[in-house]
């Protein structure tokens, strides 16, 4: 998957990086016992998705693929099978 570059896109690490705030978030009010404050993390967990997904509608995540980079894709995958 080195070659792929998945998720290497500001979007995905916007989203990821306000979700993992909001798991931090939930987890020391579940510690604290405080309904409303785990809640409000699974909130800012759910917000990252939806930031992620709007930058994403916006050109700031991975361009889709064109079918010409899908057939070279598939035939240098056939190349290395083959040798």
């Known amino acids: 998957m080195a070659g792929s570059s998945h998720g290497h896109t500001p979007a995905a ?3 990821v990086l306000i979700s993992f705030v909001g798991f931090c978030v939930a987890g020391v009010f579940m510690v604290a016992a405080s ?7 699974i909130g800012v967990i759910l917000l990252g998705g939806v930031v992620g997904l709007a ?6 995540g991975m361009p889709k693929e064109s079918a010409e980079m899908a057939a070279a894709r598939a035939r ?8």
């Open 13 to 15: 690490w916007t989203g």
């Open 35 to 41: 309904p409303v404050g785990f809640w409000a993390g």
């Open 55 to 60: 930058m994403k509608a916006a050109g700031l």
């Open 76 to 83: 240098a995958g056939q190349a290395q099978v083959s040798s």
